[in-house]
């Protein structure tokens, strides 16, 4: 009787665990990791209202549990808001208008011309961590706002492709640096 409850057990154990391989045939069509990444133009028919730029030490950076527990808050970031179609840029808590010039409007909507929107997403069955990077600025547009930077797991972020990103940072940079300057007329 042993043997035989044994025998049962042996078999029923190895029906269990027999589709437990991955099917070698399937293939992911992934870039690097299982993570899916395609790009497409940034500027289409939609016209490009507004950006908010994100201005903050820990800019573009995953915040850890560590960080969350201490009793040292990280600061809040400053957001500064270019509207596009008349160059005035509003500074979060700051009731002062500030301006840029329209060679400078005209630069930014030229680096976005040429940008190209990268969007990464996992494969089929990836397995992804769970984390949050803040996005670093959000493109407005009258149906729909990019959140430029923001990855909602390890495998799924938006972003412009390339130099990009460095191009929109420094040109936010610049604006920032020499606010007291630009105050409107």
Known sequence: MKRIILAFGFVSLVFTFQNCQQNPGAQSTSSGGGVETKSVPLISDQS???????????????????????TQRPQAPRELLLN????????????????????EKSELQQILKQASLCQSQAAAGQLCNLSYVS??????????????????????KVDLCDAYPDLIKGFFASIAR????????
């Open 178 to 185: 020499n606010l007291s300057a630009r105050v409107c007329q």
């Open 48 to 70: 490009l209202e507004a950006m908010t730029y994100y201005i903050s030490p820990t800019n573009s950076k995953a915040v850890t549990r560590a960080e969350l527990d201490s």
């Open 135 to 156: 996005p670093y600025a959000v493109m407005h547009f009258a149906n729909e706002d990019i959140a430029l930077g923001e990855a909602r797991s390890s495998c799924e």
């Open 84 to 103: 596009l179609r008349n160059g005035v840029v509003m500074v979060q808590n700051d009731s002062t208008r500030y301006c840029i010039t329209d060679s």
